[in-house]
């Protein structure tokens, strides 16, 4: 089971949705890959940063089964003034998404790029869920 790093929880369910927060690519064991995508992370690293961190999204969505679809997926990217393929490692969010739920369509996706993230994390993946 997952546990929040901090006073949060990690859902929060109102209005028929679930909110996810936002999850890094942590091990089970703790322990997280620090990077700046661009600088000193390439583009394949972060990719499966992004699949780490929205897998663990999913793990902790899966704890209320009646949340089936997700409707919106937000990818944080912890990168260099100067990269650009945000949408690329995003994408390998989304298709671990599409994977887990390969009957509904893709989520709305927002890829950002950011300065600072949690544990100096490469990526970040927050999720908002609908019953159908």
Not at 52 to 74: C, G, I, K, W, Y
Request: charged residues 15%; aromatic residues 4%.
């Amino acid at each position: 089971m997952l546990t929040p790093m901090g006073a949060y929880a990690l859902t929060a369910e109102a209005d028929g949705l679930l909110f996810v927060a936002g999850m890094t690519p942590r091990e089970d064991d703790g322990s997280l890959r620090a990077g700046i995508v661009g600088a000193d992370m390439d583009l394949e690293t972060a990719r499966t940063a992004a699949t780490r961190a929205v897998t663990r999204a999913l793990d902790a969505a899966s704890e209320n089964p009646r949340f089936v679809r997700v409707v919106a997926m937000t990818v944080y990217v912890r990168c260099a003034v100067d990269f650009t393929a945000l949408s690329t490692v995003a994408d390998a969010a989304s298709a671990v998404v599409h994977a887990w739920a390969p009957d509904h369509p893709l989520p709305a996706r927002a890829a950002v790029g950011v300065a600072s993230l949690p544990g100096g994390a490469p990526v970040e993946v927050s999720l908002v869920l609908g019953a159908s």
